[in-house]
């Protein structure tokens, strides 16, 4: 623990406009956290050791409560509307003090990170927390610096983090008593009335998709991954469709599991851990990440246990959304550079709530661009707040529309250059139903998915003999071994063909009505490659 007096203007609350006024605990390593948080009963311990916490009514991010500064510097250039809401400069300003006079009374845990695992592209992120869970949800979740580059640590952004000071809207011009709100001009996001800690992470993603556009570098929601021929993979995909599942892979090398920058010299991670959600996972289906959620040093949110810490991951009596939160070197087979080459693959994972798409489709670079704005999904259960247990239907484009503060067409661009300069294959990769929609048909076999993408991965597709789906356009390989053909015709996993037929129709409806607000924004390729209602 920090000398209180030697230190009221110290280094550690550097940058934050927070004097230390009672205990403050800088940089604590995993096992100090998680005896801070075990003192101020913040969570218990499960039966393997990790940490089990609960995040109160918050389980899943607040997209109402998001708030981005209105400032002169930047309001042109920010996307608003219902994603990146205007806060007025004078609100955000009495926001930040009365959190920051909050958090001077307080115990406090500090945490210095990095954000971007290419030094290049880096930014130093200070969070100060109230929460010893949090501090170390943080600490599993970004880069950790070397001992030796925390001397002199000075922030690019700051994070001020306040989960139990409840807003007013009266007072702070918010929608309730919860706030996620940027400033890019100072540099400052204040985060209050949540517990949920995937805020922490989302915000600084929302940083670096602010930041690197104009560097020419490409921010995306995905995974990545390395195979045996150093032959780099992205999956795009919003929560729940497979992203971290199916990038964990023995067979080649986890870069990481969810946010990353493309740019001239390859991929790079975000971040130095891993956040999965871990509903109904099973040690037979996925060993890497079950092995990673029994082990001292994770986060567990939201996780059902027994009185002796046995977990029990298909229980979900708080919510859908259970999670848990390591640093990747906690998967065995991992880059911890956290770097990798130029992608050969790009892969668009969606979870279809209607049961029509194919579970694996070949993308030319028009369709991928027009696939990556459409970045059709369903929004699986609790990954939002208020959603029930029902996947619902939805467009996120750029397959991750809340975390963007500028225009999707800026980042489509950036997309559509990518590929064309190196020549990436693209594939669509359907996770959701086959047989019928949600509630009638069975989700996508895992071993099926895998198989799928291996042959992909691995080349074997690219001279198989495709046919053309009639509603979407997309080709779709006639075999693929280790899988059923049947799998591949989803038309003929319906009991009902004609049913089937009325789905796809309900599909494309929803593509095109989509499509409308970027049609303008896009050039006549594709244009010509978008989804069409038939004549």
Known sequence: ???????????????????????????????????????????????????????????????????????????????????????????????????????????????????????AQRIKVR???????????ARNMFIRPPVAELAGFVPDYVILHAPEFETDPAIDGVNSTSAIALSFAEKMIVIAGTQYAGEIKKSIFTVMNWLLPPAGVLPMHCSANIGPGEDAAIFFGLSGTGKTTLSSDPQRRLIGDDEHGWGADGVFNFEGGCYAKVIDLSQESEPEIWAATHRFGTVLENVVADGQGRLDLTDPTYTENTRACYPAHFIPNVELSGRGGIPRNVVMLTADAFGVLPPIS?????????????????????????????????????????????????????LQSLIARHGASCWLVNTGWTGGAYGVGSRMSIAHTRALLGAALAGELDGAEYRTDPFFGLQIPVHV???????????????????????????????????????????????????????
């Open 1 to 119: 623990m920090i000398d209180i007096a030697a230190l009221r203007d110290s280094v550690p609350l550097a940058g934050t406009g927070v004097r230390i006024a009672n205990a403050l605990h800088a940089n604590l390593t995993a096992p100090a956290l998680v005896a801070h948080a075990l003192r101020k009963n913040e969570g218990r311990l499960s039966a393997d050791g990790a940490l089990i916490v609960r995040t109160g009514v918050h389980t899943g991010r607040s997209v109402g409560d998001k708030f981005v500064v209105d400032e002169p510097g930047s309001t042109e250039q920010v996307w608003w509307g219902k994603i990146n809401q205007k806060l007025p400069e004078a609100k955000f300003a009495g926001l930040k003090a009365r959190v920051q006079a909050y958090l001077q009374g307080r115990e406090l845990f500090t945490q210095d990170l990095y954000a971007g695992a290419d030094p």
């Open 127 to 137: 969070l100060v927390t109230t929460g010893a869970w949090q501090a170390l949800f």
């Open 362 to 414: 070949r993308l030319n670079p028009a369709q991928a661009m027009y696939h990556f704005l459409s970045g059709y999904t369903a929004r699986v259960a609790g990954t939002e707040k208020g959603m029930g247990a029902e996947p619902q239907a939805t467009f996120s484009t750029c397959f991750g529309s809340p975390f963007l503060p500028r225009h999707p067409q800026v980042y489509g661009k950036l």
């Open 481 to 535: 071994n280790n899988v059923p053909d049947d799998v591949l015709n989803p038309r003929a996993a319906w009991a009902d063909p004609t049913a089937y037929d009325d789905a796809a129709r309900e599909l494309v409806r929803r593509f095109v009505d989509n499509f409308a607000s970027f049609a303008e924004l896009v050039d006549d390729e594709v244009k010509a490659a978008a989804i069409k209602l038939a004549v």
